[in-house]
Nanobody, 114 residues
Framework: QVQFVESGGGLVQPGGSLRLSCEAS????????MGWYRQAPGNERELVAR???????IYAVGVKGRFTISRDNAKNTVYLQMNSLKPEDTAVYYC????????WGQGTQVTVSS
């Protein structure tokens, strides 16, 4: 049973930065495409960025140029570097496989506010 543990969220002012981490259990991490997702209150969960096993990346339009997804297969960890944060980035952030989801972790709260 693969589990995901997200961390690194917090309260940051507009224009600030945060780096999220997601550690995944399981031996098949390196062969899977991983995604970062977010869910704001009242909204559906949405894909923010994804990274293939080979390192190819794709970003949602609203975060392209500000967010960077990366992975360390030796550590079973995927990262999301978030720069130039905006209030509309406020959400709970989750990681999971893409496109087929497994059980969601608890997520990590990101709040962008002055």
């Amino acid at each position: 049973q693969v589990q995901f543990v997200e961390s690194g969220g917090g309260l940051v002012q507009p224009g600030g930065s945060l780096r999220l981490s997601c550690e995944a259990s399981g031996s098949s991490f390196s062969i899977n495409t991983m995604g970062w997702y977010r869910q704001a209150p009242g909204n559906e969960r949405e894909l923010v960025a994804r990274i293939s096993s080979g390192g190819s990346t794709i970003y949602a339009v609203g975060v392209k140029g500000r967010f960077t997804i990366s992975r360390d297969n030796a550590k079973n960890t995927v990262y999301l570097q978030m720069n130039s944060l905006k209030p509309e980035d406020t959400a709970v952030y989750y990681c999971n496989l893409y496109p087929i989801f497994l059980t969601w972790g608890q997520g990590t709260q990101v709040t962008v506010s002055s």
